[in-house]
């Protein structure tokens, strides 16, 4: 697979933390499915959305839901999730049990590595699973997460769970 020569770059490779996390995120196969349609649907543009669930042992993703990409000038490599499409799930998971813990997008004929924006935008404790998309067919979902002083992402593994 190709990998554009920005992501051998010093500024690419200086977002990448050399250790990963021992934490894992495990995602429901209904969230996996939803990511990796979303990604496909809206290829070669990014697709993003939010990841719900519960924090305890990992990250619990029990639903991803596509959040409208605002940044339509510049759609094929940066995101901008519509924060009114934020607030309504935030408002809608207000005093259950579940909450918005992540962010997934997708990084169309790109590998499924963060780049240096998507570090800018991240939040602290939330996991940012990339799906890699080529010729509009998922080859790869990694999933990251801010290390401790939020100066680079570290890796963790997906693991599916059951429900
Ligand atoms: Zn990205």
Not at 126 to 152: K, Q
Request: aromatic share 8%; net charge negative; proline share 7%.
């Amino acid at each position: 697979m190709h990998e554009p020569e920005r992501f051998k770059s010093p500024e690419y490779l200086a977002v990448l933390d050399e250790v990963g996390t021992p934490e894992a995120c495990h995602v429901s196969p209904s969230a996996l499915n939803a990511m990796q349609e979303a990604a496909k649907k809206d290829y070669p543009l990014e697709t993003c959305g939010l990841l719900i669930g519960t924090v305890n042992n990992g990250w619990q993703v029990d639903e991803a839901r596509q959040i409208e990409n605002l940044n339509k000038e510049r759609a094929a490599d940066r995101f901008q999730l519509d924060p009114a499409g934020y607030r309504n799930v935030d408002r809608e998971l207000r005093g259950t049990a579940r909450e918005i813990i992540g962010v997934f997008h997708s990084h169309p004929d790109c590998p499924a590595k963060p780049s240096p924006t998507d570090l800018e935008s991240a939040w602290e404790g939330f996991v940012y699973p990339i799906i890699s998309i080529y010729n509009g067919e998922v080859a790869d979902i990694l999933c990251w997460t801010l290390n401790e002083d939020g100066s680079r992402f570290q890796s963790l593994s997906v693991k599916h769970s059951q429900k």
